[in-house]
């Protein structure tokens, strides 16, 4: 739960942060502002650090450093390792922040074309299974019917037989579709 939060969350943080810092505010107040809310996991992140450092009498980059070693996804990380460069070798934050933003906004939108890629099968998927099973299993369960007088040359299984079949098909079909979204749910990139 915590990595896909911070997924979702830290180009919305960095984005943010490239705004404040950009009209002047300075990285601890950024970072308060941040842990302010709004960001899930990485406002209470940020609000934790900025106890510790107000309490605790830490460096902010020593809390930045400690941070890095909690953190799941390499995103935040390098987000992370930016703060920490700018306050110990004064690197320009800004302008990282930004390339750092637009890296991340061409990953989203790869991880977007893979995930729209990997649904392109899933309505034919549904329709063959949602629609032409049930039809396919009615026709079988009205089969007695349709063939009338002519079942006396074949040999045809109870009515009850064909029942428990079509009954079984179609609970079948319910399962298969909900497998089917289930899967589609999973691959769901979390943006």
Do not use: C, W
Not at 69 to 80: A, D, F, S
Not at 121 to 131: D, W
Request: negative net charge.
């Amino acid at each position: 739960m915590r990595k896909l939060d911070e997924k979702r969350e830290v180009l919305y943080v960095i984005r943010a942060m490239d705004v404040l810092m950009s009209s002047g505010i300075g990285l601890e107040a950024t970072v308060h502002s941040i842990s302010q809310g709004g960001y899930g996991v990485i406002s209470e992140d940020f609000k934790n650090m900025m106890d510790k450092v107000r309490k605790g009498g830490r460096p902010l980059a020593k809390e930045i450093k400690a941070l890095m070693g909690k953190v799941e996804t390499e995103g935040y990380r390098r987000l992370l390792n930016i703060m920490h460069m700018n306050i110990t070798q004064n690197t320009d934050i800004i302008e990282t922040l930004k390339k750092q933003g637009s890296r991340m906004e061409e990953e989203r939108t790869e991880d977007v074309k893979k995930y729209i890629e990997d649904l392109s099968g899933v309505p034919e998927s549904l329709l063959s299974i949602g629609m032409i099973g049930p039809i396919i299993l009615a026709v079988l369960g009205l089969f007695p019917q349709l063939v009338g007088d002519m079942g006396s040359f074949f040999s045809m299984p109870e009515q009850s037989t064909i029942d428990v079949v079509v009954n079984i098909g179609l609970f079948l079909t319910l399962f298969a579709m909900i497998m089917i979204g289930l899967k589609t749910h999973t691959k769901d990139p979390g943006l």
